[in-house]
């Protein structure tokens, strides 16, 4: 049986593929729209981001994602280790005109592509605000003055800096992981955790 494996578009593709090639598994470049690709040990399926957790928890083998992701989707998976790629962190971030401390942002609308996170975060500052949630650009909500607020990935800062926001207060800090099925970790147990151990013996080698 093939082993499936989903890996994320965006920026965490090309770094996933060129670990995967490390470690000798090729993932031909789909063609097109093409989601699907097939070797004769894998089936790679390219998804969103925020949807690779899910594909993993519902019966896909492998996968690639965030821990942003990881942390919003909550989904129920066996996390071995995490990637070196894809460091960066979720803030909350204020217009630099604007800028107020965290505990003063009761009664703010806050825009975020996390709102579970969100949710939790301010909700453990004792705080009352309104989760919008956004499916990207959530730079615009302060712009547009639908929110006061947003909750967003912070990597180069250069988003921040183009749209004259500011980061307020770091949330979490993010790294790649990989994801495997709860189920496949038992069921397919030789294969995964030979690959899970060749993994780890690479990124010990600073060879990543
Ligand atoms: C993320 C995030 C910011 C940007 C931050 O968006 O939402 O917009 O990257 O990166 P920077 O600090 O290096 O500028 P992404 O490009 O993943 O797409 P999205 O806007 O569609 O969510």
């Known amino acids: 049986m093939k082993?499936?494996?989903?890996?994320?578009?965006?920026?965490?593709?090309?770094?996933?593929?060129?670990?995967l090639k490390r470690l000798g598994v090729?993932?031909?470049?789909?063609?097109?729209?093409?989601?699907?690709v097939e070797t004769e040990d894998y089936i790679f399926f390219f998804a969103k981001p925020f949807d690779v957790p899910v594909y993993?928890?519902?019966?896909?083998?492998?996968?690639?994602?965030g821990s942003d992701v990881v942390e919003e989707r909550n989904c129920d998976l066996f996390i071995p280790l995490?990637?070196?790629?894809?460091?960066?962190?979720?803030?909350?971030?204020?217009?630099g005109d604007h800028v107020v401390k965290v505990?003063?942002?009761?009664?703010?609308?806050?825009?975020?592509?996390?709102?579970?996170?969100?949710?939790?975060?301010?909700?453990?500052?004792?705080?009352?605000?309104?989760?919008?949630?956004?499916?990207?650009?959530?730079?615009?909500?302060?712009?547009?003055?639908?929110?006061?607020?947003?909750?967003d990935i912070v990597d180069t800062g250069r988003t921040l800096r183009a749209n004259g926001?500011?980061?307020?207060?770091k949330i979490m800090g993010v790294s790649a992981m990989l994801l495997v099925n709860r189920i496949a970790q038992k069921t397919r147990f030789t294969m995964?955790?030979?690959l899970v151990m060749r993994m780890?013996?690479?990124?010990?080698?600073g060879t990543s």
Do not use: W
Request: glycine content about 8%; overall charge neutral; charged content about 30%.
């Open 3 to 19: 082993t499936r494996f989903v890996i994320p578009e965006g920026r965490l593709k090309d770094p996933s593929i060129r670990l």
């Open 26 to 36: 090729n993932v031909p470049l789909p063609s097109g729209r093409e989601l699907v």
């Open 56 to 65: 993993v928890e519902h019966g896909i083998d492998l996968g690639i994602a």
């Open 82 to 95: 995490e990637l070196p790629f894809g460091r960066c962190r979720l803030s909350v971030i204020m217009p």
């Open 103 to 151: 505990e003063e942002m009761d009664g703010f609308r806050i825009a975020t592509k996390y709102p579970n996170i969100a949710s939790r975060y301010f909700a453990g500052k004792g705080l009352d605000v309104e989760i919008m949630k956004l499916h990207g650009t959530v730079e615009l909500a302060p712009k547009t003055r639908i929110a006061e607020a947003l909750v």
């Open 165 to 169: 926001l500011v980061e307020v207060e």
């Open 192 to 194: 995964i955790n030979e």
């Open 200 to 205: 780890k013996q690479l990124l010990k080698e």
